[in-house]
């Protein structure tokens, strides 16, 4: 090939005069550059000085001796490489042979960037060797390191171990005693092997004492890393082995932090202070129970970053009540109502993503229940513990007219632009008002109520959000207007209170709706038809104002609907309806 070709050794059987025959492809002609070399024949030895490679003739290859004894467990490693092209295919290849001429390491290719073996246990006690083949006929250093693993003990919830790998190719295991049933997990930090952002720079794996995997071999980034919870299978002497490149790390081996908490208990302030742990908070529940959990006082991770931790919720027998959520710091997580489906022992688990540290705080809260009554008594509601959510219940009568309005809004936290949710379910549970966000305080549209029956308003505050807010329930102020008839002053006090003005119409007739003395602001004025559809709504700011004029498509009763955008501001608008 023109790229040019090197012979694997060949170890020559006699001595005397040799022929090196060349032999062009069909009619080929041009030139080619023929060097014979010997085997680059070097010690090295396990644990010694890294061994130095000039390969400056093409086609040569090297073979390096060492000692091993029965039992060691070694890494080859390959750095240092000049020979080649860095981003393309192997520049080499790399075997080691056993006493007997056997493979202990079959010829595995290596690239510019460098390269270690796995760990390899020797099989005898006797003299091994190294093979290091360029590719192609390429020339250039490679510098080989031979190494034993380092092999170290490690305890659960004992002191982090620190590692300095500063031998290429260099693995290292630990060992530690666990007993079947121990939830552990395993954490690496403090990394500065490669760059923190973009590729993997290592790998970690866990094996039981059988040697099966407890963990399989799993790649880490140099910003840290945590594994998810193991559960021992059985009693005995497990081994971490970390595959990382050069550099420092830090290993930590944690078992699974498992505290209790209470519905309406003491607010549970958590310490994540040994990287990789996790933390599962026990609850007893009853069916039928209605909880939320807050999070919040977040230092783990960075502020700015995205997720910092997943937050889960099982049920007794192990499923997930609430699916892994992400907990950002300038958020924190107030959950939605959760209904609890069995009688008994729940579980709340909290994993720090990567390697993070720092504190949370986390409160278990039942639902805040209380009723309500239209046009009756605003209800103060305290959200003082993150999380807690609130039902308001309210007996409603099929064709009433009602609006929801909030009021006195207190809830702040982080960066959240609005300050929770609330809406309007019918007595079968679906929404009549689907979840809508409101900030300092919120008015809804006029909803017709659908039946006679209990209906309820969930109120939500968003994320870890605090504080207090005021729920009203209010019938729309009805009155009758006639078309060319006296304005009807409409008198609004209660926050959220919207207005329905009814009149009969025929079909064809042309109206003209017209608002005078508005003391609202923005106010949105629709004419609904008698079939319960909209025929106009628009959007009026000005003091005085008409809507544009309307064909009546249909004879019935209409009705005229008020809506201030506003919540805090209470008065009269008047209302006068006539032909062209």
Not at 98 to 117: E, H, I
Not at 338 to 358: C, H, S, V
Not at 419 to 440: C, E, H, Q, Y
């Amino acid at each position: 090939m023109q790229e040019g070709w090197g012979s694997q050794v060949l170890q020559l059987p006699l001595t005397g005069t040799y022929a090196v025959l060349i032999d062009p492809v069909d009619q080929l002609t041009g030139n080619v550059t023929v060097t014979v070399a010997e085997e680059l024949v070097v010690p090295i030895s396990i644990n010694g000085p890294t061994v130095p490679l000039n390969f400056n003739r093409a086609g040569q290859n090297a073979r390096l001796t060492f000692s091993g004894t029965l039992g060691q467990r070694i890494n080859l490693g390959v750095s240092g490489i000049t020979l080649g092209n860095p981003c393309c295919t192997p520049v080499g290849a790399s075997a080691i042979y056993q006493p007997d001429g056997t493979a202990l390491l079959v010829s595995t290719g290596f690239m510019q960037g460098g390269w270690g073996s796995a760990v390899l246990q020797l099989p005898v006690t006797g003299t091994y060797e190294i093979t290091i083949d360029p590719a192609l006929t390429y020339t250039g250093n490679v510098t080989v390191t031979l190494s034993e693993e380092l092999a170290v003990p490690i305890s659960i919830n004992g002191a982090p171990v620190p590692f300095i790998f500063n031998r290429p190719g260099q693995d290292a295991r630990l060992t530690f005693s666990g007993t079947a049933g121990q939830r552990v997990t395993l954490g690496l930090s403090g990394i500065t092997i490669g760059s923190p952002c973009c590729a993997p720079v290592g790998s970690a794996a866990i094996y039981n004492p059988d040697g099966t995997p407890l963990l399989s071999p799993t790649s880490f980034l140099g910003e840290g890393w945590g594994s998810p919870v193991l559960v021992l299978p059985e009693t005995g002497q497990y081994a971490i082995t970390i595959d990382p490149g050069l550099g420092n790390m830090t290993v930590t081996l944690s078992e699974e932090w498992v505290v209790p908490i209470s519905i309406d208990g003491a607010v549970l302030p958590l310490n994540f202070a040994r990287a990789g742990q996790n933390a599962r908070l026990t609850f007893d529940g009853t069916v039928g129970h209605r909880v939320s959990l807050g999070i919040k006082d977040i230092t783990v991770g960075n502020v700015c970053c995205g997720n910092v931790a997943s937050v889960a919720i099982l049920k007794p027998d192990g499923t997930a009540l609430l699916s892994s959520q992400g907990l950002q710091p300038n958020i924190g997580l107030g959950t939605a109502l959760l209904d609890l489906p069995l009688t008994g022992t729940y579980a709340i688990t909290i994993d720090p993503a990567k390697a993070f540290t720092g504190n949370i705080t986390a409160a278990l809260s039942a639902e805040l229940t209380s009723p309500i009554a239209i046009n009756g008594a605003a209800v103060p509601l305290d959200f003082t513990r993150a999380g807690r959510n609130a039902r308001l219940s309210f007996t409603g009568t099929v064709g009433q007219l009602v609006s929801v309005g909030v009021t006195d809004v207190t809830l702040t936290s982080g960066c959240c632009s609005n300050a929770g949710t609330v809406g309007i379910n019918k007595p079968d549970g679906t929404a009549l008002l689907s979840p809508t966000n409101f900030t300092s305080g919120f008015g809804s549209a006029t909803f017709v109520l659908p039946e006679t029956g209990s209906y309820t308003i969930p109120v939500d505050p968003a994320g870890m959000n605090t504080g207090n807010a005021t729920v009203l329930v209010s019938e729309d102020v009805a009155a009758p207007i006639t078309i060319n008839g006296p304005t009807v002053p409409v008198a609004l006090n209660r926050v959220g209170q919207n207005a329905s003005l009814t009149f009969n119409g025929t079909l064809g007739a042309q109206v003209t709706v017209r608002i005078t003395g508005n003391p609202f602001g923005t106010i949105t004025v629709r004419v609904i038809k008698p079939d319960g559809t909209t025929l106009v709504s628009h959007n009026g700011f000005a003091a005085s104002f008409n809507l544009p004029q309307q064909t009546l498509p249909m004879n019935g009763v209409y009705r005229i609907n008020i809506d201030p955008s506003t919540w805090v501001i209470f008065g009269t608008v008047t209302v006068g309806l006539t032909t062209p």
